[in-house]
């Protein structure tokens, strides 16, 4: 189910709603496992949504069609996606982290 609406988003405001979805189905055992499957179903999947995460919350910075509200909406939805993505244990023992950190500071802070 999360491949089906992963692979279903064409634009950032679908984007932004998976994103916001990321740390409530990480909350629970059974949306870890629904987790799993999804970033298991080829090696580039979880690289591909870090940088579409990535993508959308530099875009913040430069998103002249979203006011400041809806922008700090999006940061916040991006960052909570990202937090909870790096607090599953297998986040550490793998090397699919492409996301360069000082970058998006840079963009947003």
Known sequence: AVSWVYDRTTDDRELQEFIGSIPGLLSCYDGQIAWRVFVSKSAGTARELEARISRLLKACAAAGYLDRKNRQLRAT????????ISSLPEFFNSSSSNIELDEIHGSVG
């Open 77 to 84: 939805l991006c960052i909570d996606a990202l937090l909870a």
